[in-house]
Protein backbone atom coordinates (compact mmCIF):
# COMPACT_ATOMS: atom_id res chain seq x y z
CA UNK A 1 0.00 0.00 0.00
CA UNK A 2 1.65 3.31 -0.93
CA UNK A 3 0.69 6.69 -0.64
CA UNK A 4 2.16 9.92 -2.64
CA UNK A 5 1.34 12.92 -0.77
CA UNK A 6 2.16 16.34 -2.62
CA UNK A 7 2.48 20.00 -0.73
CA UNK A 8 3.67 23.00 -1.95
CA UNK A 9 1.36 24.57 -4.37
CA UNK A 10 -0.30 27.86 -4.18
CA UNK A 11 -1.05 31.38 -6.17
CA UNK A 12 2.08 33.21 -7.20
CA UNK A 13 2.95 36.34 -9.49
CA UNK A 14 4.66 35.72 -12.19
CA UNK A 15 8.42 35.83 -12.15
CA UNK A 16 7.84 33.86 -8.38
CA UNK A 17 8.72 30.76 -6.78
CA UNK A 18 7.29 27.76 -5.39
CA UNK A 19 8.71 24.44 -4.19
CA UNK A 20 6.73 21.46 -4.23
CA UNK A 21 7.13 18.48 -1.96
CA UNK A 22 6.14 14.42 -2.64
CA UNK A 23 6.61 12.14 -0.21
CA UNK A 24 5.95 8.40 -0.71
CA UNK A 25 5.08 5.78 2.63
CA UNK A 26 4.43 2.19 2.66
CA UNK A 27 6.35 -1.02 2.40
CA UNK A 28 9.10 0.54 -0.32
CA UNK A 29 12.01 -1.66 -1.57
CA UNK A 30 12.78 1.23 -4.05
CA UNK A 31 11.92 3.84 -5.94
CA UNK A 32 13.43 3.74 -9.20
CA UNK A 33 11.98 6.65 -10.84
CA UNK A 34 10.11 9.79 -9.29
CA UNK A 35 8.78 12.95 -10.95
CA UNK A 36 6.26 15.58 -11.91
CA UNK A 37 3.57 15.84 -14.47
CA UNK A 38 0.82 18.84 -14.96
CA UNK A 39 -2.30 18.37 -16.32
CA UNK A 40 -3.57 21.78 -18.38
CA UNK A 41 -7.03 21.88 -19.46
CA UNK A 42 -6.62 19.46 -21.88
CA UNK A 43 -3.39 17.97 -21.74
CA UNK A 44 -1.01 16.02 -18.98
CA UNK A 45 2.72 16.57 -20.07
CA UNK A 46 5.79 15.25 -18.05
CA UNK A 47 7.47 18.04 -15.96
CA UNK A 48 10.47 16.85 -14.59
CA UNK A 49 11.75 13.26 -13.16
CA UNK A 50 14.25 12.30 -11.22
CA UNK A 51 16.14 8.63 -10.53
CA UNK A 52 17.39 6.89 -7.57
CA UNK A 53 20.73 7.69 -8.88
CA UNK A 54 20.22 11.09 -9.49
CA UNK A 55 19.76 11.25 -13.51
CA UNK A 56 17.17 13.99 -14.06
CA UNK A 57 15.03 14.79 -17.35
CA UNK A 58 13.13 18.23 -17.83
CA UNK A 59 10.01 19.67 -20.53
CA UNK A 60 11.44 21.96 -22.75
CA UNK A 61 9.39 24.23 -21.49
CA UNK A 62 10.61 24.54 -17.95
CA UNK A 63 14.33 23.93 -18.76
CA UNK A 64 16.22 26.41 -16.84
CA UNK A 65 13.48 27.23 -14.65
CA UNK A 66 12.86 24.33 -12.82
CA UNK A 67 14.81 22.21 -10.44
CA UNK A 68 13.98 18.39 -9.30
CA UNK A 69 15.93 16.59 -6.51
CA UNK A 70 15.01 13.61 -4.21
CA UNK A 71 15.55 12.92 -0.96
CA UNK A 72 16.24 8.40 -1.40
CA UNK A 73 15.95 7.73 2.36
CA UNK A 74 12.86 9.83 3.34
CA UNK A 75 11.59 8.59 -0.45
CA UNK A 76 10.44 12.68 -0.98
CA UNK A 77 10.75 14.66 -4.47
CA UNK A 78 11.31 18.28 -4.57
CA UNK A 79 9.98 20.53 -7.78
CA UNK A 80 11.56 24.00 -7.26
CA UNK A 81 10.00 25.89 -9.33
CA UNK A 82 11.46 29.39 -10.12
CA UNK A 83 10.79 32.34 -12.82
CA UNK A 84 7.16 31.30 -13.07
CA UNK A 85 4.73 32.10 -15.69
CA UNK A 86 1.53 31.90 -16.58
CA UNK A 87 1.76 29.28 -18.45
CA UNK A 88 2.76 27.12 -16.25
CA UNK A 89 -0.64 27.11 -14.09
CA UNK A 90 -1.65 23.38 -14.46
CA UNK A 91 -2.50 20.81 -10.98
CA UNK A 92 0.86 19.08 -10.38
CA UNK A 93 0.94 15.36 -9.98
CA UNK A 94 3.99 13.66 -8.23
CA UNK A 95 4.48 9.86 -9.67
CA UNK A 96 7.16 7.13 -8.95
CA UNK A 97 7.83 4.07 -10.24
CA UNK A 98 8.19 1.43 -7.24
CA UNK A 99 9.32 -1.63 -7.01
CA UNK A 100 8.21 -3.51 -3.67
CA UNK A 101 11.32 -6.09 -3.65
CA UNK A 102 14.40 -6.96 -5.21
CA UNK A 103 13.69 -8.43 -8.51
CA UNK A 104 10.15 -7.94 -8.28
CA UNK A 105 7.70 -5.88 -10.61
CA UNK A 106 7.60 -1.88 -11.03
CA UNK A 107 4.52 -0.12 -10.35
CA UNK A 108 3.48 3.43 -11.28
CA UNK A 109 1.64 5.57 -8.63
CA UNK A 110 0.30 8.74 -8.80
CA UNK A 111 -0.83 11.68 -5.92
CA UNK A 112 -3.90 13.36 -5.52
CA UNK A 113 -2.45 16.69 -7.65
CA UNK A 114 -1.76 20.25 -6.35
CA UNK A 115 -2.81 23.38 -7.75
CA UNK A 116 -0.22 25.35 -8.81
CA UNK A 117 -1.39 28.86 -9.89
CA UNK A 118 0.21 31.93 -11.60
CA UNK A 119 -1.63 34.98 -11.84
CA UNK A 120 -0.69 38.95 -11.26
Known amino acids: QVQLVESGGGLVQPGGSLRLSCAAS????????MGWYRQAPKDRELVATI??????NFADSVKGRFTISRDNAKNTVFLQMNSLKPEDTAVYYC???????????????WGQGTQVTVSS
Open 95 to 109: YAIIQFRDYGPDYQY
Open 51 to 56: TSDGHT
Open 26 to 33: GSIFSIKI
